[in-house]
């Protein structure tokens, strides 16, 4: 989802009295509200493809359960944000009435030019010090690409793994034991295809 230049300073009270009444989405960082505005078809498609993907291989009984861009996700003591689909794992987040998810287990954004320099910077730091966030996904509007930051443990701690899904892949989310094609996710889409050795 693109940003909005127009900001508004408020607690974070404030802010989720504001978002709950608002006919927008707003975003909260570090007291600052931004306000999201719509996307391209392209951006939209892929949003929806991803979550009906995951939701086709996750099922209707699983413990883990797939969410667009309308509900809002806290991430970091003053970040509440609006990722394109997240995937929580914890019942606590299932309650009808619930507008916040508190423990995301997979976080997907797809890449807009207003937001993209966001994604790859300030946001993949929050999702990276979320405790519950095991992999971060990216995913390309203007070539068939899909990026995935995955949380890994060793035995010399904890680490993120950068790994990159071009056409003729499976993109492996491994914290969730699934596998969807890049193929599929960009069916139809006319996007330009790439191959590893182009990255």
């Known amino acids: 989802m693109a940003a909005n230049p127009q900001k508004l300073h408020m607690t974070i009270e404030q802010y989720l009295a504001y978002d709950q009444a608002s ?22 498609t892929l949003a929806l493809n991803m979550a009906y993907l995951l939701k086709e291989q996750l099922g209707k009984h699983g413990p883990c359960r797939v969410y667009n861009s309308d509900i809002r996700v ?6 509440y944000v609006y990722p394109d689909v997240t995937v929580s794992c914890d019942v606590a987040d299932y309650k009808r009435d619930n507008d916040i998810l508190r ?3 997979l976080v997907v954004e797809v890449l807009s030019p207003s937001t993209e320099a966001q ?31 995955r949380r890994e443990q060793r035995e010399e701690g904890e680490s993120w793994r950068y790994l990159t899904y ?3 892949q499976q993109i492996i989310l491994e914290s969730l034991d699934l596998h969807i094609l890049v193929d599929e ?10 191959q590893a050795n182009d990255l």
């Not at 006919?23 to 939209?44: F, P, R």
């Not at 806290?74 to 970040?79: G, R």
């Not at 405790?131 to 509007?141: F, S």
Request: aromatic share 10%; glycine share 10%.
């Open 23 to 44: 006919e927008v989405k707003n975003e909260y960082i570090d007291g600052e509200v931004v306000a999201m505005s719509g996307g391209t078809i392209a951006h939209s």
């Open 103 to 105: 423990s995301p287990h």
């Open 166 to 168: 071009v056409s003729g």
């Open 119 to 149: 994604d790859r910077g300030r946001k993949l730091y929050w999702y990276q010090q979320h405790p519950g966030i095991q992999e971060y996904v990216l995913i390309n509007t203007r070539m068939q690409l899909v990026e995935i930051f």
């Open 185 to 194: 996710l960009y069916a139809d889409l006319g996007i330009p295809t790439t």
């Open 74 to 79: 806290l991430v970091a003591q003053k970040q």
